[in-house]
């Protein structure tokens, strides 16, 4: 989310991005599964984050990758921002932060051309000059 508010103050920067995996906070509910998550983080301190992959991704996420997000948090005291992310999410026009993400919005809407495409374990981004092609095997 962050990522893509950057962009707009830092033009010069960034000819190219690679945009994965993300959604622009404007002030309204991102969706349902966001809301239940919000609610979720707010009643537990000691999320099992390795535990929300598994059961939010069943199946696309081998174990390894589940066990790895489990050494990551080891306990309550890793998870500060997992508990608290949610609640910096401006998905009410008085959270602040609401104009960032209505101007994102808006720029990449209007001013930049984004193409992607999503193959089966690939994915492929191109623009007018170029061709990038990605594995997940």
């Known amino acids: 989310m962050l990522g893509l508010t950057l962009r707009l103050d830092m033009a010069d920067r960034f000819s ?7 959604v622009l906070p404007v002030g309204e509910s991102i969706g349902e599964g966001f809301d239940m998550s919000k609610s979720y983080a707010s009643q537990f301190n000691d999320i099992s984050v390795s535990g929300l992959l598994a059961t939010n991704y069943p199946g696309a996420v081998d174990m390894i990758a589940i066990s790895t997000y489990a050494t990551l948090f080891p306990d309550g005291t890793y998870k ?16 602040e932060g609401t104009g960032f993400g209505v101007r994102a919005k808006e720029f990449w809407s209007t001013e930049w051309t984004v193409n992607l495409l999503w193959l089966s374990k690939r994915l492929i981004l191109f623009s007018a000059n170029q061709l990038w092609t990605f594995f997940n095997d």
């Open 16 to 22: 190219r991005l690679i945009v994965m995996n993300t």
């Open 80 to 95: 500060a921002d997992v508990r608290q992310f949610r609640e910096l999410v401006a998905i009410s026009p008085e959270i």
